[in-house]
């Protein structure tokens, strides 16, 4: 089992649609809690953090983070063509400094006109 | 922000060469650089670690004397791929922490797409 679980889609919306894109993962120590968005043939770029369970708002993007469960979640409202991409969940725990990144596999969105 | 430069953006090289890409914080101090690659619509594998002025800590699976890395400064890591191979044909990425940022301090560079012929 992955330590991190991620439904790779595609997801194909409508220009407009609320997104919800999710991640599930089994390592108890992972506090800290990202979503990169990655266009093709580039590197990812940080889009929202989260620390814990909560959540957390910019913009069209919601991040969410049920410790709980061991479930986060990104939310983008207002989805728009240039939000075409592949997002990916990252996390990590307390370990120390330069921990490294567990990444999920990412999910390829797909926002049409 | 953060800015990491990745460089080249592209390589094509003959099987057998070997070839070496660059990576630099620009406008911060990187003490620990990540490399990794990425098959297609495949998610990031972490290959190393390095940190600064020591070796580089290598996953589980990755030949360190086929992918060497060096992290001689605070601001410069690079990887060489040696005696290049088909199957070595990836997409290669580089990271820097700025452990100014706290735990989300992790900065990537835009990928080397390398081709090996």
């Known amino acids: 089992q992955k330590e991190v679980e991620q439904d790779p889609g595609p997801l194909s919306v409508p220009e407009g649609a609320i997104v919800s894109l999710n991640c599930t993962y089994s390592n108890s120590a992972f506090q800290y809690f990202m979503w990169y968005r990655q266009y093709s043939r580039k590197g990812p770029e940080l889009l929202m953090y989260t620390y814990s369970s909560g959540n957390k708002e910019d913009g069209r993007f919601t991040a969410q983070v049920d410790k709980s469960s061991k479930y986060i979640s990104l939310f983008i409202r207002d989805s728009q063509p240039s939000d075409s991409a592949t997002y990916l969940c990252?996390?990590?725990?307390?370990?120390?400094?330069?921990?490294?990144?567990?990444f999920g596999t990412g999910t390829q969105l797909k926002v049409e006109l | 922000g953060a800015v990491v430069s990745q460089h080249p953006s592209r390589v094509i090289c003959k099987s057998g060469t070997s070839v070496k890409i660059e990576c630099r914080s620009l406008?911060?101090?990187?003490?620990?650089m990540f490399w990794y690659r990425q098959f297609p619509k495949q998610s990031l594998m972490l290959m190393a670690t390095s940190n600064e002025g020591s070796k580089a800590t290598y996953e589980q699976g990755v030949e360190k004397d086929k992918f060497l890395i060096n992290h001689a400064s605070l601001t410069l890591s690079t990887l060489t791929v040696t005696s290049a191979h088909p199957e070595d044909s990836s997409f290669y990425i580089c990271?820097?922490?700025?452990?100014?940022?706290?735990?989300?301090?992790?900065?990537f560079g835009s990928g080397t797409r390398l081709t090996v012929v």
């Open positions: 990271s820097a922490r700025d452990s100014g940022r706290g735990h989300y301090g992790y900065t």
């Open positions: 990252a996390m990590t725990g307390v370990t120390g400094g330069g921990n490294k990144l567990t």
């Open positions: 406008d911060f101090q990187a003490t620990t």
